[in-house]
């Protein structure tokens, strides 16, 4: 979570109301007798603060399709509707939880404003400029208590051992990023990241012992784990095919319920970060999907399967394509565990597939060949890199792919360009032979309260 997101000013601050109004038109009566001409004042907009949240992000993503549509309007593309948007815009769609939404939480350890060196918290600051601060998260909203619990008994852990924090590679020092994953069904999963520097097999499982011993028989057990992870890692961001996550305490799996179904979820597993959000979120990609009994749905960059499996009911068969292997595995887990104890949902799940590799790999030869007959819709819910031009070409030149239904949580960056990709003329030298696709609704949901994000599900059809 960028830190700059997580400490702006509190929601109640942002709800205040505007205080600056128009003062139209006041004529004055000077002393001279002579007439003065009329003049219209108005004060200035109203400040950040003093607009609501939803207006904020509203007002941002307007300004992510009139982009769009500028861009779309230099490649031929006659894309401008009302507002200079390329599409209509619905209202944000609100959070049905405001405060401690979170159910994933990343903390650093690097130098506090105390000066403390082992602080664990969020950064403030920039790398160039040099300012970077480690601050606790006591303050910020939507970080839940148990989060911040964990994250503190981290800080004590690493403050009474003899080991350095690893705040830079090359300076040496072993303590690093801290995880914490937490679910409705109760469940609490935390992730320490170590790198190993020089240290030999026996003084890793020293200090591993000894974490563990403090999370279940010290001060941290409080924190009443459910699952305690330790990685190795010589890299800033590290897979469990690069390096296994090492299972110190605990269950392998925490759970967590949504849309009456049941999702396994593994430390880096993707699980949309706001459960509640994701329901309503999830609902509204159903509607928009207008699918039917035949209907085929292609979720590309699935995850734990929770697109896929919410939508099951409704569609003729699933086919998820997700390139962390873990993932994987949870959502196959999810399909089968859902498919033999149906919870709330109508219908039994025994209809999804779920392929494992980079969907740039998978999705062309997936689609090469298609002959179904059914009507296929595809959903997308990419990364911030946004998706590999080759998944981009694939689905342009399948023809069965009438409805797309794009889903950004930073829509203005990589994401920009699979718009344009997609929706631009044939261009040969991309091999972009296909029909051209057409935005026709933008809907935002904020899932991200207390932060000037949120997700925007952008419809594309053709």
């Given amino acids: 979570m960028a830190l700059c997101c997580a400490l702006r000013p509190p929601l109640a601050l942002l709800s205040l109301p505007a205080r600056h109004r128009s003062l139209g038109t006041a004529t004055a009566a000077p002393r001279d007798g002579k007439k003065k001409a009329r003049v219209s004042r108005s004060l200035p907009e109203p400040s950040w603060e ?26 031929g593309i006659d894309a401008q509707k009302p507002g200079g948007l390329c599409c ?19 903390f650093s350890v690097n130098r506090g404003p105390d000066g403390n060196p082992k602080t664990v918290g969020l950064y403030v600051g920039t790398g160039r400029e040099r300012n970077i601060v480690c601050v606790k998260a006591n303050h910020v ?36 990023e801290l995880v914490v994953r937490t679910t409705r069904c109760g469940h609490t999963m935390a ?44 890299m800033t961001r590290c897979s469990h095919e690069q390096s296994p996550y090492q299972l110190l305490h605990g269950a392998p799996h925490i759970f967590e319920e949504l849309h009456g179904l049941k999702f396994r979820i593994s430390p880096d597993a993707f699980f949309q970060v706001n459960t509640a959000g994701a329901e309503v ?19 590309i960059c699935c995850g734990t399967g929770t697109i896929g499996l ?19 595995e949870d959502a196959e887990w999810n399909a089968a565990f859902n498919g033999e104890f149906k919870l709330t949902v109508a219908k ?82 991309k091999k972009l032979a296909g029909e051209p696709f057409v935005p026709v609704l933008a809907i935002p949901f904020d899932m991200f309260p207390h932060t000037v994000h949120c997700e925007l599900v952008l419809l594309f059809t053709r």
């Fill in 310 to 328: 919410s939508l099951a009911h409704q569609v003729s068969k699933v086919i998820g394509v997700e390139v962390v292997e873990k993932a994987i």
């Fill in 50 to 75: 003093e607009r609501t949240p939803l207006q904020v992000k509203y007002e941002s993503q307007k300004k992510i399709l009139q982009t769009l549509a500028s861009r779309l309007e230099e490649l």
């Fill in 281 to 299: 979120l999830y609902q509204a990609v159903g509607e928009l999907c207008q699918a039917t009994g035949d209907t085929v749905l292609l979720d």
């Fill in 191 to 234: 992730i320490i990241t170590f790198h190993p520097q020089q240290l030999g097999q026996e003084a890793l499982a020293t200090q591993k012992a000894l974490l563990k011993e403090f999370f279940t028989c010290g001060p941290g057990a409080v924190c009443a784990l459910t699952s305690l992870y330790f990685q190795e890692s010589t």
């Fill in 88 to 106: 209509p815009l619905q209202p944000v769609v609100p959070s049905p939880i405001i405060n401690g939404y979170r159910n994933k939480s990343t």
């Fill in 348 to 429: 039994r799940i025994s209809n999804c597939e779920f392929h494992s590799g980079k969907a740039e790999a998978v999705l062309p030869q997936l689609l090469a060949l298609w002959e179904d007959a059914r009507p296929l819709v595809a959903v997308v819910n990419p990364s911030r890199a946004g998706l590999h031009h080759r998944v981009v070409r694939a689905i342009r030149n399948c023809r069965s792919i009438r409805r797309l239904l794009y889903i950004s949580c930073k829509p203005e960056g990589e994401a920009m360009r699979n718009f344009l990709e997609l929706c631009c003329p044939p261009d040969p030298q």
């Fill in 141 to 176: 909203e939507n970080i839940p208590s148990k989060h911040k619990q964990v994250a503190q008994c981290y800080e004590e852990f690493i403050c009474h051992s003899p080991l350095d924090p690893c705040i830079l590679f090359h300076e040496g020092g072993h303590w690093r």
